[in-house]
């Protein structure tokens, strides 16, 4: 292998194997991977508040560490951001001052003051979003007119109506059915200390009323649900008891089968800290089994360090575990592809063969067969977990001819085929979620109501029919998923990224998939890809790009510092377009070579994954550590071939 650039093949090879160790130090004992997934500041927050919503004893030195985490990532503009080194958001900060005010952070302390004018500087807090003012209306600081009307009832609506459960997405409803318990009994907190946060508002906080219409909703739209809100708040109260009581019972009953022991309703913070709120508004104690286990749940999301502590807003092992197999397949070596054995092994028993979840209402003869996110989320497996999981297990049977993956990638593709959407893209979570008119709904000032087909998913699951033998010829699975992705490219060359940041991330996507799904390389959507990958290379050879790339009005991609993970996707996706001897990968090869620190891995603070655009973002803290490695051994690879094709779907 020729240098490129003083990239040595000396200096490749030891990044390599420094980062293939770097990672293996991480296995767990079982087998799999595990990495911290950070969010912002809300969620550490929110668990502050829901110990003292509950009036739970004090925790001094948890609280203590939490309140060092909060008041490190506050921002330079005196508030909160959503990410790293981020813009202002008012939600996010009129938690954290909450929390920390809880906690017992004096008003007049610098910090605090500082909070306080920022908040004042943009309106107040009367700019909080929906979830905010829910949770302020327990503490009482909001009354119940400041939310939106959300009637338990909901939940008895046919499928025909305008708005049902199953329209909305996984996250969604999950999160919404235990809310509408609490907004039918309208509890109170406890809050022992009495805390309030009258000081944020510019207004008395119980005068105002709903929140304004959303940049993201509809004039029309939102007046007529604003209008049907009006009508609601009036005939509510008027609701039989009876009927009341059923929609309760029918809420519980729906609870209940998915509370998935101490994994949690979905697996993910939100409706696991919502439950343990309903079971406590129903009068159920601590020891009630379903709360209790609900609330154990919860503390096994923090993560405690010696001086900080923060709440994740689920983990990510299936994910981790099948990527890290992934980057030490494409490493090599005695140390490297044994690991990556044992972690599909791991993963074998984690595939859901039995329950058929939510997303079996829209296809109800499909048979379960998919990976979930999480440990245990049997209700929810993932398009995007399971279509990698596949891609890994096919990879070590036919590079190492390892056996007994062969039953597990069958059913994965029998689930992925069967999840397609009929516009040909396919979804997070479920399929065919296209009512848009719901995001106009007032609760839905987020816009993240609904789990729509999107690139990079889409790009994911072609990668693995076209990895397991599939073509635009053979498969109109995969045809009709490469005619998706063709009109989905912007005019730039770029691909939206929804679970990833963000034109960066869904480009790459897409490029593994037309790769291997046979588009040729001089495909105009390829080469029009692949040059602008080459544009936006930052100065110092890496890629970077900012959150405000999902601003409503779209600009494209935003420039942002350089990072590991970014990077390493950049450069997989030109040389799954057949760059790999351009020198933009060369640099940035260089790059990462010349940022591995000394644990042989990478240092990354920016957030470079997305939960909801616009509103929640994650930092993945496993991201620095295999993709980099993937990428310099893909770099590797493809330079001691003659062909520079890349063979699988990643």
Excluded at 208 to 226: D, E, N, V
Excluded at 355 to 367: E, I, L, S, T, Y
Excluded at 490 to 519: D, K
Aim: glycine share 8%; proline share 6%.
């Amino acid at each position: 292998m020729d240098s490129v650039n003083a990239t040595s093949r000396e200096a490749l090879e030891s990044s390599i194997a420094s980062a293939t160790q770097g990672v293996l130090d991480f296995q767990q004992a079982d087998g799999h991977w595990v990495f911290e997934l950070e969010a912002d500041c809300t969620i550490p927050a929110e668990y502050i508040l829901l110990r003292h919503y509950l009036g739970e004893p004090v925790d001094a030195v948890l609280e203590a560490k939490i309140g060092n985490y909060l008041r490190r990532v506050q921002g330079a503009h005196g508030g909160w951001p959503l990410v790293h080194d981020g813009e202002f958001d008012m939600s996010a900060s009129v938690k954290a001052y909450f929390a920390l005010k809880m906690i017992g952070d004096s008003v007049d302390a610098p910090h605090m003051v500082r909070a306080r004018e920022a908040i004042h500087a943009r309106g107040g807090a009367i700019h909080s979003n929906v979830f905010t003012r829910f949770l302020l209306a327990t503490f009482g600081v909001v009354t119940w007119r400041a939310v939106p009307v959300l009637p338990v009832e909901i939940v008895l609506l046919p499928f025909w109506s305008p708005f049902h459960l199953n329209k909305i997405s996984y996250w969604a409803r999950t999160t919404m059915v235990p809310l509408m318990v609490i907004a039918a009994l309208k509890p109170r907190a406890k809050n022992p200390k009495g805390v309030g946060i009258d000081e944020l508002f510019l207004q008395d906080p119980r005068s105002i009323g709903m929140t304004a219409k959303a940049p993201h909703q509809s004039m029309a739209w939102f007046l007529l649900f604003r209008s049907l809100d009006a009508i609601l708040r009036v005939i509510e109260p008027m609701f039989p008891k009876s009927l009341r009581k059923r929609a309760i019972d029918a809420a519980l009953a729906f609870i209940e089968e998915r509370l998935n022991g101490e994994d949690g309703m979905g697996a993910i913070y939100p409706p696991m800290a919502n439950i343990v709120m309903m079971y406590d508004a129903l009068g159920k104690d601590e020891n009630y089994p379903p709360r209790a286990i609900t609330r154990r749940g919860l503390d096994k999301l923090l993560v405690i360090g010696d001086e900080e502590a923060y709440c994740q807003p689920c983990v990510s092992p299936v994910w981790d575990t099948t990527l890290t197999a992934h980057a030490l397949l494409e490493a090599g070596g005695d140390k490297a592809v044994p690991a990556a054995k044992q972690g599909l092994d791991w993963l074998i028993p984690k595939q859901e063969l039995e329950v058929k979840g939510d997303w079996a209402v829209k296809r109800p003869d499909v048979r379960p067969g998919g990976w979930a996110f999480q440990y245990n989320n049997a209700h929810y497996p993932d398009l995007d977990d399971t279509a990698v999981v596949v891609m890994s297990m096919d990879r070590m049977r036919r590079e190492h001819g390892v056996a007994g993956y062969d039953a597990a990638i069958a059913r994965g593709r029998e689930w992925i085929e069967g999840m397609q959407s009929d516009d040909g893209g396919w979804a997070a979570f479920d399929v065919n979620n296209l009512e848009y008119y719901l995001n106009n709904i007032p609760f839905s000032d987020h816009g993240a109501l609904l789990d729509p087909p999107t690139e990079d998913v889409t790009a994911r699951c072609i990668s693995m029919l076209a990895q397991l033998g599939e073509t635009v010829k053979t498969s109109k699975h995969v045809a009709d998923g490469v005619a998706y992705l063709r009109k989905t490219q912007h005019p730039e060359g770029s691909w939206y990224g929804r679970w990833g940041m963000n034109f960066i991330y869904g480009t790459w996507s897409v490029l593994c998939a037309l790769n291997m799904a046979g588009v040729d390389h001089k495909d105009p959507m390829i080469r029009k890809a692949a040059a602008w990958l080459t544009s936006i290379q930052n100065d110092d050879g890496g890629w970077g790009e900012d959150a405000v790339s999902y601003r409503l009005d779209y600009k494209g991609w935003e420039s942002a510092p350089s990072t590991a993970s970014q990077t390493a996707w950049a450069l997989l996706a030109l040389m799954a377009a057949g760059e790999v001897d351009h020198p933009a990968v060369a640099r940035g090869v260089e790059y990462l070579i010349a940022t591995q620190n000394k644990k042989g891995l990478w240092d990354e603070q920016r957030y470079t994954a997305t939960g909801f655009p616009r509103v929640f973002y994650l930092r993945y803290h496993g991201y620095p550590k295999f993709f980099p490695l993937w990428a310099l051994a893909r770099y590797r690879n493809l330079r001691n071939t003659n062909s520079r094709v890349v063979g699988v779907g990643m």
